[in-house]
């Protein structure tokens, strides 16, 4: 299995506490696919240049995965994945993400890539919520605004996650009350699992 970091804020400390996980000395190349939460919004893309020159100044080629791309668009996403050994997939509306990677086939890639041992997978604020084997934590922050029914999650860690937690105080007792595992993450925290 591969390693999964979990943080809710790309901040400049959370990426500095972060690099030695991301990028392990044992690769020989890194190359870091970066997914933003909807491939098709201006919005979501305003943490590009940054991961790219975080990418660089690490000594990794950097490539851009476009989830909104649908049939044969999505399968050259699909390989850009798969000969990556870092990917991150940032936040924003988590429905709309999930939404996207069940559409262009992109949840199963992920799924394969996380199998890998070799592979780091991390995830902020609504990328990490799709990790975990449900988003309904996304309630609390995201507007369901694609009438998503199913929130089963991509499963790849093991407990609900909830980032930006340092609000959510009697939500995270609520959910661990009701006997659910969770990952809590301030806005300052991180999880390597």
Known sequence: ???????????????????????????????????????????????????????????????????????ELAEEEKQKITKANILIITGGNTFKLLKHLRESGLDETVEEFAQKEENVIGGFSAGAIVLSPSIKTATQEDNNEVHLIDFTGLNIVPFLVVPHADTKEEYVKELENNGEEVCALNNDEFEVV
């Open 1 to 71: 299995m591969s390693r999964k970091i979990l943080f809710s804020v790309p901040s400049q400390q959370i990426k500095d506490q972060i690099r030695t996980y991301l990028f392990p000395i044992t690769q020989q190349k890194n190359i870091l696919a970066y997914m933003a939460s909807d491939g098709s919004d201006e919005s979501s893309k305003k943490f590009v240049d940054e991961w790219k020159q975080y990418a660089e100044a690490n000594n990794a080629d950097f490539v851009e995965i476009n989830n909104s791309l649908r049939g």
